[in-house]
């Protein structure tokens, strides 16, 4: 279980990179969207993934999230 903490915690420092944000942006950003939750779920899939690619991915899920409020 300790690989999965960790790797929680590189995408969050991944994505926080990537985007310019402080470290509680990020994390509020990864509550808001339940992005923890998804990464628990698809860990098998990104945890062969770079950073960047990790980074859109999550990018693409808060877009699609966004796009479906009125």
Not at 2 to 19: L, V
Not at 37 to 47: C, N, Q, R, T, V
Request: charged letters at 30%; hydrophobic letters at 35%; one cysteine or more.
């Amino acid at each position: 279980m300790n690989d999965r903490i960790d790797f929680i915690a590189y995408c969050i420092e991944e994505y926080k990179e990537h985007e310019n944000l402080t470290g509680r942006e990020a994390i509020d950003l990864f509550t808001r969207y339940d992005i923890i939750s998804y990464i628990k779920s698809a860990y098998d899939a990104l945890h062969v993934m770079g950073g960047t690619a990790i980074t859109d991915d999550i990018k693409s899920l808060i877009a699609g999230a966004n796009e479906d409020k009125p």
